[in-house]
């Protein structure tokens, strides 16, 4: 082979290697699973941050999901999940319909986590939804607190527990 083809092949062979690692990188092709957990977990906990900058805003039902002068539990995680790219749907029963199911064992800070409380519950039925903060706490509003955080391992949020789902 003349020196000049050998040049150019060279040339070639650099070229694609440099574009094949390029894509390889810019897709996140063959990063390990642990990556991609911990950017869940910081989302879910940017998710956290960022509800609860709206400690005390008022429960009103049916509020809109594009205002911030109040929430319903819906509307407050559709909200907050929205502004890091995550679409929920608009109820809290359709909310309890998405991503995948996760037990309150194995509950990560973002989880969506689901009740039947309030005066439409009947004890089956998914009728309240908060966020998973860690520590056993959610985030969440209903009522005349607000937009609170409360203890999931105790009292009427321990009783009418029913479920939690992972949308990150």
């Given at each position: 082979m003349k020196?000049?083809?050998?040049f150019?092949q060279a040339?070639?062979?650099g070229m694609?290697?440099?574009?094949g690692l390029?894509t390889?990188?810019?897709t996140?092709?063959?990063?390990a ?6 950017v869940?977990s ?8 960022l509800?609860?900058k709206?400690?005390g805003?008022r429960y009103?039902f049916g509020?809109s ?5 109040s929430?319903?539990?819906?509307s407050?995680t559709k909200y907050?999940?929205?502004k890091?790219g995550v679409n929920l749907p608009?109820t809290?029963?359709?909310?309890s319909?998405v ?11 973002g989880?969506l986590v ?5 005066s439409?519950?009947?004890?089956s039925?998914v ?21 609170t955080i409360?203890?999931l391992?105790?009292?009427?949020w321990k009783?009418?527990y ?5 949308v990150?």
């Amino acid at each position: 082979m003349k020196k000049h083809q050998w040049f150019k092949q060279a040339i070639v062979v650099g070229m694609c290697t440099t574009i094949g690692l390029s894509t390889l990188m810019a897709t996140g092709a063959g990063t390990a699973p642990v990556a991609a957990a911990s950017v869940s977990s910081s989302t879910g906990q940017n998710i956290v941050n960022l509800g609860k900058k709206y400690m005390g805003v008022r429960y009103v039902f049916g509020a809109s999901t594009s205002s911030t002068r109040s929430f319903d539990c819906s509307s407050f995680t559709k909200y907050i999940f929205a502004k890091y790219g995550v679409n929920l749907p608009r109820t809290s029963v359709a909310q309890s319909k998405v991503g995948r199911s996760v037990s309150k064992a194995n509950l990560k800070v973002g989880d969506l986590v689901f009740f039947s409380s309030g005066s439409r519950a009947n004890g089956s039925n998914v009728t309240h939804v908060a966020v998973y903060m860690g520590n056993g706490k959610i985030l969440h509003t209903y009522g005349s607190p607000g937009v609170t955080i409360s203890n999931l391992n105790s009292g009427n949020w321990k009783r009418t527990y029913l479920k939690a789902r992972r949308v990150l």
